[in-house]
């Protein structure tokens, strides 16, 4: 469409909310903007309303209050049925569910990585090509032809993301993409991404996992438990705010005695340690 992006941000998020039902707040008064080629990193605990962001931004949702706008389109549940819109968005933006059940449901993982490709009107042949393209990228022709409810949960999310990537969307919003994985996957998985980054990608990860937080992220906003973003910055300045840390519940402080030391040390998933000494009274 020759009018969109006309916006220097593919998002633009202004005083956003979303109510469940009208009584449950997900989200209160979200301004953010996403710029093209950006590592953007979403972090809070869970139930903060990452993943109601995400699926805001992925057009799955539409705000209860404020304006959330695509490529400088409006996104909302009228503009997401314009056909030429929908379109457009769609191919653009891809989006990995935090359970890869969600997004499975194809007979075997050929025919799930073939599925996106043919909604966007590629044939059959074109579809089944772009399909064993990702099959061979992401290393799946072992179990190219199983179903993917028989797999583990790690070649889910591969397969989950072979679907998403076949259609070569330049925005991918990620909702705790390493979650459940074993080790050798997630460093797997974080390759992937910082590959896809270097080709001019976006990318935008929901998480709580501080571990990998500089890894996938050059900007990193924090979501409160009030279901609202708190700290702007990049990944090194938001690991080394443990105030912020603590205030937000993504880590927890022990205190300890050791003779007439009081030793508190504040504990980040999978990070580091922040010690200080204090006289015991």
């Not at 953010?32 to 931004?57: D, F, M, P, Q, Y």
């Not at 105030?243 to 005695?257: K, T």
Request: charge should be negative.
């Amino acid at each position: 469409m020759e009018n969109l992006q006309t916006s220097d941000s593919i998002f633009d998020l202004r005083g956003v909310s979303y109510t469940f039902a009208g009584k449950f707040t997900a989200l209160r008064s979200i301004d953010l903007k996403i710029r093209a080629g950006e590592r953007l990193a979403i972090v809070g605990t869970n139930g903060c309303g990452k993943s109601t962001l995400l699926h805001i931004l992925g057009g799955l949702l539409f705000p209860t209050g404020g304006e959330s706008l695509a490529f400088g389109h409006p996104l909302t549940e009228d503009g997401i049925q314009d056909a030429s819109f929908m379109s457009f968005f769609r191919q653009r933006v891809g989006l990995l569910f935090q359970n890869s059940d969600a997004q499975l449901f194809c007979p075997t993982v050929l025919d799930e990585i073939a599925f996106g490709p043919l909604q966007l009107n590629c044939s059959e042949e074109e579809a089944l090509e772009k399909s064993r393209e990702m099959i061979k990228m992401l290393g799946l022709e072992k179990i190219a032809q199983r179903s993917p409810h028989q797999l583990s949960g790690g070649e889910k999310k591969k397969v989950a993301l072979a679907s998403m990537l076949a259609v070569n969307p330049d925005v991918l919003l990620l909702d705790e993409p390493t979650g459940g994985l074993d080790p050798r996957t997630q460093v797997w998985l974080v390759e992937i991404l910082g590959e896809l980054h270097s080709i001019g990608k976006t990318i935008i990860t929901a998480t709580h996992d501080l571990s990998i937080l500089e890894e996938i992220a050059d900007r990193a906003v924090v979501m409160e438990e009030g279901h609202t973003i708190v700290a702007d910055r990049t990944p090194r300045e938001i690991l080394e705010a443990f105030d912020l840390l603590l205030q937000v519940n993504l880590i927890h402080e022990h205190v300890h005695h050791h003779e007439k030391l009081l030793h508190s040390h504040s504990h980040l998933h999978f990070f580091t340690h922040q010690h200080e000494h204090k006289p015991k009274e």
